[in-house]
């Protein structure tokens, strides 16, 4: 089959790879419809390639037919169209039945101390092939899966293999009081469905903050009030943080600013991989301009929202101000099988969350090197892409 597979920083291809097989009795095969391109795939294409080995298949959020099912799977059958959360999750341990699917105790990589496996994403999240390929095998068929309709094109449901639960987790822990403010830092693909998310669920007043034009100006057009970072800078606190109930950063380590932060990944990108492994273990550095902010710019006794990546074993944090301003501060892996009972009634043709138009490029598999180029680059106004293998 043919697949995307990471082999350098910023060295992404598309290269011929064994088809996947059954392995368990409760595996199922998907032949992959779509896969999207995630923010945090761009954390693989330029800071953690350490935990990566040349030839990974990337990839978190695919969709597709069922083509083969394990002996035991009794809830699926070839021809079935399915969505994969990026979680791997077993459905029946003590995590997932408390809605905790991102720390499932069967699936956890526990020789990293780190949560749930992932699909494509490196050896901290257990080095599983990822869904950007033309096939992918699934395990625990019977519980993992998401079946959804056949009809719709596959717009109206990949976004729940990531994009709608995260954002809808992030809208969740920011405890929105009911008619109050929000505001998104960072107007990507998460930020911007977080925005209509809130919206949706009956923010008042949700505020934008992005630096890039064609984020601005979409958010915009989802009834938005966007504020461009390039033009306040500093002053984006003294102008939004009375307004500011909760504050979603949806930027994580790929927030701009913090120079000695961005050198230090520069470097260790430059170490040999165990080496940078060790470093980056115990004293990972993010660029944490998000975050602050968001520190900054909430009320008092505000809440504050993580759903941005960080990968840092020794951020350092201003608890003195946290404290004083009585912050609350949720964060996580989305739990992608907790919200899909809520998510998956509003994908109707009513189409009240925009699904249906939220890719801004759909492209060839074989085009997938360019597109993580392109997204790097926030060229061409891409903001959400969508994969055909």
Not at 186 to 196: E, F, H, Q, S, W
Request: proline share 7%.
């Amino acid at each position: 089959m043919r697949a995307l597979t990471w082999q350098g920083k910023r060295d992404v291809r598309v290269d011929t790879v064994p088809d996947p097989r059954i392995e368990d009795p409760t595996d199922i095969i998907v032949r992959i419809t779509s896969t999207g391109i995630c923010g945090s795939d761009l954390h693989l294409y330029e800071v953690l390639g350490p935990y990566l080995d040349p030839g990974d298949i990337l990839g978190h959020e695919p969709m597709g037919i069922v083509e083969a099912v394990g002996p035991q799977v009794t809830s699926l059958a070839p021809g079935d169209r399915v969505v994969v959360p990026f979680n791997i999750s077993c459905g029946h341990c003590y995590m997932c039945d408390r809605g905790l699917h991102s720390q499932c105790e069967t699936t956890q990589v526990r020789e990293r101390g780190m949560g749930a496996a992932l699909f494509g994403y490196t050896k901290l999240y257990g080095q599983v092939p990822g869904g950007q390929a033309e096939l992918l095998r699934v395990p625990f068929g019977d519980s993992l899966p998401i079946k959804v309709p056949h009809g719709p094109a596959d717009d109206r449901f990949v976004y729940l293999s990531d994009v709608l639960p995260t954002a809808w987790q992030a809208v969740e822990y920011a405890a929105i009081p009911p008619g109050g403010s929000v505001t998104v830092l960072g107007l990507g693909p998460i930020g911007a469905m977080a925005a209509r998310v809130a919206r949706h669920r009956g923010a008042g007043v949700v505020v934008g903050v992005d630096f890039v034009p064609a984020r601005l100006s979409r958010a915009a057009a989802d009834g938005v009030q966007c504020l461009d970072l390039r033009r306040l800078g500093k002053e984006i606190g003294d102008a939004i943080r009375d307004l500011t109930d909760a504050v979603i950063d949806a930027v994580g380590m790929e927030a701009h600013g913090a120079p000695v932060a961005k050198a230090a990944h520069g470097a260790v990108g430059m170490l040999p991989d165990r080496l940078a492994e060790r470093l980056m273990d115990r004293a990972g550095l993010d660029r944490l301009a998000a975050l602050r902010t968001a520190i900054d710019v909430v009320r008092r006794g505000g809440t504050i929202s993580v759903s941005g990546v960080y990968g840092g074993a020794a951020d350092p944090l201003p608890m003195l101000t946290m404290f004083d301003k009585q912050i609350q501060l949720r964060m996580g892996q989305a739990n992608v099988k907790r919200w899909v009972d809520e998510i998956l009634p509003l994908l109707t043709d009513e189409d009240p969350l925009g699904v249906d138009g939220f890719a801004t490029h759909h492209l060839p598999l074989e085009e997938g090197p360019q597109a993580y180029k392109t997204f790097q680059d926030k060229e061409d106004g891409m903001i959400k892409t969508l994969l055909v293998p």
